[in-house]
């Protein structure tokens, strides 16, 4: 059974991936990353945003690993 993340879930592994550019790309990124999610829904959202289920997995270890 497929897990249904939420919309929160999606934009923060998407912005996540921009963590090294310092905070104002996350968020910056965040942002756009809402209004697309807004405009095109969840299943679109995880294609354009290349959120696959190996990216999605490096996220959930990144959250789980001790900063």
């Known amino acids: 059974m ?3 993340y ?3 879930f999606l934009i923060d592994a998407f912005a996540h991936r921009y963590k090294s550019l310092g905070e104002l790309a996350v968020i910056q990124q965040a ?4 209004k ?3 405009e095109v829904g ?4 995880r ?3 290349s959120l696959d289920a190996e990216s999605i997995r490096n996220f959930k270890l990144a959250q789980k690993a001790p900063k």
Do not use: N, P, R
Not at 42 to 45: I, L, M, N, Q, W
């Open 31 to 34: 942002s756009l990353a809402e």
């Open 6 to 8: 939420t919309k929160e």
């Open 47 to 49: 294609v354009y945003a």
């Open 36 to 38: 697309l999610y807004d």
């Open 42 to 45: 969840k299943d679109k959202f």
């Open 2 to 4: 497929a897990l249904a």
